[in-house]
């Protein structure tokens, strides 16, 4: 997804749909506007939780971009019907997604595996679509699972295929977003993403962006996956702002959130939401505490960059701060990202599974 506005007649067709006031026969595209906050000063950094509520449907390829599956193995999905160019869903600069429509997996997006190892994108040659067949990238934090059929993708789903963004076509560059580019990390604008429970932090630096590693490798084609979301940190004084473009997402969805330590969480729909609203304390193996200190934790940045925790008691939200106030209705704004930290030590995922919050 470019970050380019369409016209003001999309975006108020989405903001109908999401208060409920029109009905409509196809899936309504538009923007959403988001803010990154600047530091104010540019000596210490400011923090802001980000995700991409909307998937990008307009996009141009040879083949299905909608079709049914007809084979599924642990790591591929074959539609025998496809007709799609070899290699042409695998490109690393142009990432693509894989989404599950219909049957028991309905809402999970998986990204496909890139053809090369460059710029971010893990892969080989080997892992390249065929006209007929694409792989589940490695490196897909969305996805969770390491075995597609066990996680309900089979054969008789309908799928759609959508494009990704990259830290590069979704944050831009110095000239193109005002983002603030350094020799490191430490004196730029730095990203935060989460990759199979690894944190991977980056930066540009006037180039091109960069992760904070040994020979500080090309990270420009890092895909950013609309499921999760990314901690900004930004030095630059101003603020920046952001225009996302593309199609509201009309199905319920299904995401993995780690059975133990930290996930980095779209609020994914283009909707305001609120902590009870979000259900996660409904999650699977949930640890609710009368005390904070022995409950997960959820961590929200406000539109000032100020960064505060919350806990589920057993039967409401809390914020961790004197007398604990309650805290169900605490905003979650359009394209936040939540900072979920659970604990103890168990291992894998589980399936946070949200229902669609307006009606179209």
Known sequence: MNMKKLNVALAILVAAVMAGNAQVTSEPVGYVNLKITGSGTGTSKKLTYLSVPLLDKQISISGKTTGTITAVTATTITDSAAGWTPGQLSAPATPYLIGITSGTATGRVFLIAASAATGGAA??????????TVTVSSIDSSSGISDLAA????????????????????????????VLSGASAAVADSVVIIFNGVANSYWHNGTRWTRVFAGNPDASNTPILPFYGLAYSRLGASDLNLTVTGTVPTLARKAQIKNSGVTLFA?????DSTLAALGLQNLSGWTSNASSALADKVVLVSSTG?????????SSWRRVFAASPLADSTAI???SMIYINKIGSATGSSTYAQALPYTL
């Open 306 to 314: 100020v960064a505060n925790t919350y806990w589920y008691n057993g």
């Open 151 to 178: 996680a309900g993708v089979a054969a008789g789903d309908s799928y759609s295929i959508y494009a990704a963004d990259t830290l590069s076509s979704a944050l831009g560059s110095p000239g193109t977003t005002g």
């Open 267 to 271: 609020s994914y729909y283009p909707v």
């Open 333 to 335: 704004p359009v394209g």
């Open 123 to 132: 892969g080989s040659a080997a892992l390249a679509n065929t006209a007929t």
